[in-house]
């Protein structure tokens, strides 16, 4: 399995609280990414990064904001969470270099906002 | 807009009985075809990457297919284990951003 741990698992929120998800990697990808997934939606790639300090939006970016301040790091903040960001979050990684492109997926991190 | 259409969403069938499923993509300047399986509770497993038509590749008992509209995960002899749902992804030129399918659930019965 890819080195690629979330943070927290699990998680329930308040309407309107703020709210921070941690993806961690060992692998020292370049590239960081955080996903969503929905019934009837699939995954829908929310923010992503390609370097320290170098982030750029997905198609539901909305509500969301993301951090990196370290190669291995990635944030991703609920600035004020709402009952449509219940979903599973999953963070990916991957690296050019390899030539492939592919994406790893973390485990995930069921958030519900009540 | 790039799109991936996955059919049929769901599929059952008795451990022995092979099949396919279908990734459809309307992606502009494929640079690559990507198929996951992902388990209950967990996060997409990578399984294969597709580049040009006509290219295949096999994994146990999956083998994977792309023409220029559509890709195919062909499952022979499948078994329970192999239940899961599969997901196809696909990535436009020069985008390292992916676009996923709904994905197919296999339900393989003993």
């Known amino acids: 399995d890819a080195g690629i741990t979330q943070s927290p698992r699990h998680k329930v929120t308040e309407t309107g609280t703020p709210v921070t998800l941690r993806c961690h990697q060992t692998e020292n990808h370049r590239y960081m990414y955080w996903y969503r997934q929905d019934p009837g939606h699939g995954l829908r790639l929310i923010h992503y990064?390609?370097?320290?300090?170098?982030?750029d939006k997905g198609e539901v970016s909305d509500g969301y904001s993301v951090s990196r301040s370290k190669t291995e790091d990635f944030l991703l903040t609920l600035e004020s969470a709402t009952s449509s960001q219940t979903s599973v979050y999953f963070c990916?990684?991957?690296?050019?270099?390899?030539?492939?492109?592919?994406?790893?997926f973390g485990p995930g991190t069921r958030l519900t906002v009540t | 807009e790039d799109q991936v259409t996955q059919s049929p969403e769901a599929l059952r069938l008795q451990e022995g009985e092979s099949s396919s499923l279908n990734c459809s993509y309307t992606v502009s300047g494929l640079r690559g075809l990507f198929w996951y399986r992902q388990d209950p509770g967990k996060g997409p497993e990578f399984l294969f990457t597709?580049?040009?038509a006509g290219e295949e590749k096999e994994k146990e008992r999956l083998k994977a297919t792309l023409t220029k509209k559509e890709s195919f995960l062909h499952i022979t002899a499948p078994k329970p284990e192999d239940s899961a749902t599969y997901l196809c992804?696909?990535?436009?030129?020069?985008?390292?951003?992916?676009?996923f399918g709904k994905g197919t659930k296999l339900t393989v019965n003993p």
């Open positions: 990916a990684i991957s690296e050019l270099l390899t030539g492939s492109h592919e994406q790893y």
């Open positions: 597709l580049y040009s």
């Open positions: 990064s390609y370097g320290v300090k170098d982030t």
């Open positions: 992804a696909g990535a436009r030129g020069g985008s390292e951003k992916l676009v």
